[in-house]
Each structure stands twice: as structure tokens, then as C-alpha cells.
């Protein structure tokens, strides 16, 4: 995941996509890291910018903002999408079609409970994820 919609309707692995995908990382952690920078200069709050890579199947859309709010939901994997630009149409490869289900740290004690799991979580694949290769500084 994502991959390609085969004649029969079956996954297919697509070299080139992912290639693709790989470079519109790149492309975004440049643009990301650039503008933390400047806000970081210019507002007196520090911001980073990180990013990592997991080879694992991507069932969770999950989004972590200061630790204090989490949006969640599932990919829906039956979901597809054509990329006109390669004319050729993929399994969801964005989870646009994924339910976010909003979690605050100044909701409930579940909710509480929610958020305080998801960051252990990401803590937890954060260690055991790569950095990509695009981010790896050279040794001094």
C-alpha cells in the first residue's frame, strides 16, 4: 500500500510510483524543514521538522499536533483513486476517503487516555523508524 489497481482489480506493486512517492517526500520535508526555519527566526517558537520512514502497512491516518490533539481514523482500503497525470489508478494512496475521529487532551478522561496512548505509540514507531535517506547528515 499504496499500489496499483491491476486488470483484475488485485494490488500490483508499481516501482515507479513509489519512486515517485519517495521524491514527493523529499520534495516536502525540503519545503517543511525551510519553513520551520523561518518561523523558528522570525517567531520565537522553535519548530522542526522530521520525518521517518516505516516499511509497515498503513491501516491508521493519524495526526499529532503538541502532543495535545490527535486525529484518527482508518484508511479505507477498498478506496481508489485515478492519478490522471499516470493515467493509471491506485488503492487510496492519500486516505482521502479516511474518517478522522478528533481526540483533546482538554476533552474527556477517555479522551485523555486516547491522546497520552497515541503519543506513546508514535514515540514508540518513531524509534524504530528510519531516517530517509534524504535526511541523513554526514558524519563530522
Same mark, same amino acid.
Given at each position: 500500500?499504496?499500489?496499483?489497481?491491476?486488470?483484475?482489480?488485485?494490488?500490483e506493486?508499481?516501482?515507479?510510483?513509489?519512486?515517485?512517492?519517495?521524491e514527493r517526500?523529499?520534495?516536502?520535508?525540503?519545503?517543511?524543514?525551510?519553513?520551520?526555519?523561518?518561523?523558528?527566526? @522570525?517567531?520565537?517558537?522553535?519548530?522542526?521538522?522530521? @520525518?521517518?520512514?516505516?516499511?509497515?502497512?498503513?491501516?491508521?491516518?493519524?495526526?499529532?499536533?503538541?502532543?495535545?490533539?490527535?486525529?484518527h481514523?482508518?484508511?479505507?482500503?477498498?478506496?481508489?483513486?485515478?492519478?490522471?497525470?499516470?493515467?493509471?489508478?491506485?488503492?487510496?494512496p492519500?486516505?482521502?476517503?479516511?474518517?478522522?475521529?478528533?481526540?483533546?487532551?482538554?476533552?474527556?478522561?477517555?479522551?485523555?487516555?486516547?491522546?497520552?496512548?497515541w @503519543?506513546?505509540?508514535?514515540?514508540?514507531?518513531?524509534?524504530?523508524?528510519?531516517?530517509?535517506?534524504?535526511?541523513?547528515?554526514?558524519?563530522?
Open positions: 500500500m499504496p499500489s496499483r489497481v491491476g486488470a483484475d482489480g488485485t494490488p506493486d508499481d516501482a515507479d510510483f513509489r519512486r515517485r512517492m519517495g517526500c523529499r520534495e516536502y520535508d525540503s519545503i517543511l524543514s525551510e519553513l520551520s526555519e523561518q518561523f523558528t527566526a @522570525n517567531s520565537g517558537v522553535t519548530v522542526e521538522c522530521e @520525518n521517518r520512514l516505516h516499511p509497515g502497512v498503513p491501516r491508521d491516518k493519524i495526526c499529532v499536533f503538541g502532543r495535545q490533539r490527535v486525529l481514523g482508518l484508511y479505507d482500503l477498498s478506496a481508489r483513486m485515478r492519478l490522471q497525470h499516470m493515467g493509471l489508478e491506485f488503492h487510496d492519500k486516505g482521502f476517503k479516511a474518517d478522522l475521529d478528533v481526540r483533546s487532551r482538554e476533552g474527556t478522561a477517555a479522551a485523555e487516555v486516547a491522546v497520552s496512548t @503519543n506513546k505509540h508514535f514515540d514508540d514507531l518513531r524509534a524504530l523508524a528510519k531516517v530517509p535517506p534524504w535526511r541523513r547528515r554526514p558524519p563530522r
